[in-house]
């Protein structure tokens, strides 16, 4: 089986491509600032998702023999 790194070779390859033309500037510079505006938003998601919800758990006042730090 071939490793990922010669498949990843062969798609970057240039093929032939009818009609195909350069991207223009604004064009570029626009998709530049769009997928960094939706990697922001994914990053924020991420963050807000992640953040701790609530008050903090409160001790039980159990007493635990097999847990260190807890009895």
Do not use: K
Not at 30 to 47: C, E, K, R, T, Y
């Amino acid at each position: 089986m071939d490793p990922p790194g010669y498949l990843l070779f062969l798609l970057l390859l240039p093929g032939s491509c009818s009609g195909c033309g350069t991207l223009s500037l604004p064009l570029l510079a626009g998709l530049v600032a769009a997928d960094a505006v939706m990697s922001l938003l994914i990053v924020g998601v991420v963050f807000v998702c992640m953040r701790p919800h609530g008050r903090p758990a409160q001790e039980d006042g159990r007493v635990y023999i097999n847990m260190p730090g807890r009895g």
